[in-house]
């Protein structure tokens, strides 16, 4: 049929590419865009228990609240608080901070 209107026989009919090739297309996409868009910084927020306070980093500066329920719900953090001194172990959301000795 398609020698009836014209087109030849020896081009071929474009395919859409299989799977795998595709998938390594995207694959070095995304890789090339990691040198492109920025990481992101997130700010981090540990409790230190000796002084009863939640120290917030962010971008190089620290801010320092009160240990309480009060303050992760202003900070819109959504994990329940208890003022026991173990408050923190196995919580994956709360790290110790680093304190001062001496």
Known sequence: MPEAIGIPTSMKKLQFPTAHTVLLLIAALV???TWIIPA??????SHNKDQKQFVRSHVGQDSIFPAEQ?????LGIKVPWKSSP???SGSPWLSQAPTKTG
């Open 31 to 33: 890789a090339g865009l």
């Open 40 to 45: 992101g910084q997130f700010d981090r927020l």
């Open 70 to 74: 009060a303050t992760l719900d202003r």
């Open 86 to 88: 173990t408050a923190t």
